[in-house]
């Protein structure tokens, strides 16, 4: 019954690989982000969608290209990975973009 | 942008003691002001939050309250507990042209709340 659950859990990679992350939220909400937290706890937006929609793309490498098949969905791939994406990405969702956001576990990637 | 500043950036109470933490934001077109609880190797959760028609708002052990003109809102939490501790995060709400507010997040206090 998790309302907003990611996949998977920790990631551990080398350098030049693609990955993705998968989220999804059960909520009924129409709108889901995508955050960064690096090692310092700074948490900062990267992407959001609202109805499928992309509202939110901050300055983020091309390399990262979210998708969303659906509204429950929001999933983020990553290509040629770099040390410096090593962080934990956490996927939240709300109601509308003014509401609060439910945030999902967080996935661990770890680039090496 | 916003630029948004938290302090302290560390707090450390004995239980029972009240906590404050501040959160000075610079866009004035901000409407939306909540704040955010992280326990360790958990996603952050929405505490308390607070639109800008309402000067405070009290939930049990927290409020928040709200200086528009100052532009800062902070997080007040009365009789701590151990299970307090964690890392709190402000996250103002930023004016996008669309007239929705996209969160922009403090760099966080972390609570430590001592037996």
């Known amino acids: 019954d998790t309302a907003v659950s990611q996949t998977p859990k920790y990631l551990v990679t080398q350098m030049g690989n693609d990955k993705s992350i998968k989220c999804e939220q059960n909520l009924g909400h129409d709108t889901m982000y995508w955050y960064k937290q690096d090692s310092k706890k700074f948490l900062k937006i990267m992407f959001s969608?609202?109805?499928?929609?992309?509202?939110i793309n901050e300055t983020v490498p091309n390399r990262f290209s979210p998708k969303s098949p659906d509204k429950a969905h929001l999933n983020l791939h990553i290509n040629s990975l770099e040390l410096g994406d090593s962080a934990v990405y956490f996927c939240?969702?709300?109601?509308?973009?003014?509401?609060?956001?439910?945030f999902g576990p967080g996935t661990r990637l770890t680039v090496t | 942008g916003e630029n948004v500043e938290q302090h302290p950036s560390t707090l450390s109470v004995q239980e029972g003691d009240s906590a404050v933490i501040k959160c000075t934001y610079s866009?004035?077109?901000?409407?939306?002001f909540p704040w955010y609880k992280q326990e360790l190797g958990k996603g952050p959760q929405l505490i308390i939050d607070?639109?800008?028609?309402?000067g405070e708002k009290k939930d049990q052990r927290i409020a928040v309250t709200l200086n528009k003109t100052a532009k800062h809102f902070s997080l007040h939490i009365t009789e701590t507990q151990p299970e307090d501790s964690a890392v709190y995060f402000c996250?103002?709400?930023?004016?996008?042209?669309?007239?929705?507010?996209?969160?922009?997040f403090g760099t966080g206090t972390r609570l430590l709340v001592s037996p």
């Open positions: 607070i639109r800008s028609n309402v």
């Open positions: 939240a969702s709300s109601r509308d973009l003014s509401y609060e956001q439910y």
């Open positions: 969608y609202n109805n499928k929609e992309l509202i």
């Open positions: 996250a103002p709400g930023e004016g996008m042209n669309t007239g929705f507010q996209k969160l922009v």
């Open positions: 866009d004035s077109a901000s409407n939306y």
